[in-house]
Structures are given as structure tokens and as C-alpha cells.
């Protein structure tokens, strides 16, 4: 059974999205402010509906900080600002889908259903990452490197995932803090780089590839 997280200050309009969600055969929890919904969340949900403003704080800001531990739960945003500026902001900080007040609950319901379908289809394709010598299972978050397990710090592990997951793409260093560190916790760039050399350290300097005046991808782990 699907377990959706709803975070609505309007009691009427939260109890009415409970409603709808329970009569999709959904478990509904409803929090009424940022508060409880950090009381709440946990990987154990498989969405959230997140309204903008909430009383004690903007529910982007709660969107950021599910990004940083809780990559996989799809959001949806529930907002009364129509513009388009507030829009792309709130799909840039990790949205994955934006609806503006008032909405039809067939619309809602649909859009939930592409989300459980998207994040289903992606977790079955995403739970092994293999590259020759390198191995992740992101399901219990393992790194193998020749076939033996490496301890990884939190960080280590979601910068290499990353790589892992754009194996064709080059991220600068302010691409990999955005999104290994978040926001609103901006170390330096040297953090960065401190990072990749102790994966480095740790499996060959061949997993990872410095890509000269833009950044890192992952490299060619060739099998022995």
C-alpha cells in the first residue's frame, strides 16, 4: 500500500487531499506545518504532497533538505503563486512536479500516479551500477571495487553515486556541491576535491576523471 505525506497549513483543504488520496487506496498522513512533516518523513513514504507556505517556513526549504536525505521520494508541489518564476524554482530545488491552486482531484491523482510510476520504473533500473571493476547497489548503498566491499563516508558515497548514475556527463565542482551538499551548505570548493581524491584513495584514480577546466565524471573502471 502507497504511503503519501501531505503538508497543508489549511486543515479543510488537507483533510480533503487525505480524502482523495485514502480513496485511491492510499495511506495519507497529514502535517499542518514544517514541524511535523519533519516528524514524519522517512524513506518509507513513496510521495509528498508539499504546499509553498507553511507557518513555521516555506515548504521549498523542506524540499531541500528531503533532496539531501531522501533523494528518491517524489514531491509534488501545491501552491497558490502562478508565476512562472516561482514555478522553475521550485523544479530547480527538486520538485517533480508543480500544481497551482485550485486543481482538479482527477488531475491531482493523475500526476501521483505518473510519479509512483516514474519512481517505481527508476528504482528497478537504478539498483545496480555496474562499471567493469566498479559496483554500486544503491538499495543497501554497497560500493564495490574488485569484487571487495569499500567503506564510504554519507558524502563519498552520494558524490561517486552521482557520477555513476550521468556516466557520460561532467559536473563542475559548484554542480557537485549543489547537489551532494545541498543549498543552503556551501563548504568550498576544495571539498570537492578533497572528496574525489579519497574515493580515489580508496578504489584507483581511474574512477574518477578530472575533466581539465570543467570538472570531474566518472572515469573508465576497465575489468582486470
Not at 520504473?121 to 569499500?150: H, M, W, Y
Request: hydrophobic share 40%; proline share 2%; aromatic share 6%.
Amino acid at each position: 500500500m502507497k504511503q503519501v505525506l501531505i503538508v497543508e497549513d489549511d486543515v479543510n483543504l488537507g483533510q480533503s487531499l487525505k480524502k482523495i488520496c485514502e480513496g485511491e487506496g492510499m495511506v495519507a498522513y497529514l502535517a499542518t506545518s514544517l514541524h511535523e512533516a519533519r516528524g514524519i518523513i522517512s524513506d518509507s513514504l513513496d510521495i509528498v504532497l508539499l504546499d509553498w507556505m507553511l507557518p513555521d517556513g516555506q515548504g521549498i526549504d523542506f524540499l531541500k533538505e528531503v533532496r539531501l536525505t531522501h533523494k528518491s521520494i517524489p514531491v509534488i508541489m501545491l501552491t497558490a503563486r502562478t508565476e512562472l518564476i516561482d514555478k522553475v524554482l521550485g523544479l530547480e530545488s527538486g520538485a517533480n512536479d508543480y500544481m497551482t491552486k485550485p486543481f482538479e482531484s482527477r488531475e491531482l491523482i493523475a500526476r501521483i500516479r505518473v510519479q509512483l510510476r516514474e519512481k517505481h520504473d527508476n528504482s528497478d533500473k537504478a539498483e545496480r551500477l555496474v562499471f567493469g571493476r566498479l559496483v554500486i547497489n544503491t538499495k543497501n548503498r554497497d560500493v564495490l571495487f574488485d569484487g571487495e566491499r569499500v567503506t564510504m563516508t554519507k558524502m563519498e558515497y552520494e558524490l561517486i553515486k552521482i557520477l555513476a548514475e550521468n556516466p557520460q556527463q561532467t559536473f563542475s565542482r559548484e554542480n557537485l556541491l549543489d547537489k551532494v551538499w545541498g543549498y543552503d551548505n556551501y563548504p568550498t570548493t576544495r571539498t570537492v576535491d578533497n572528496h574525489v581524491l579519497q574515493i580515489r584513495q580508496k578504489t584507483s584514480d581511474e574512477v574518477i576523471e578530472t575533466i581539465r577546466g570543467l570538472g570531474y565524471r566518472l572515469g573508465i573502471v576497465s575489468s582486470k
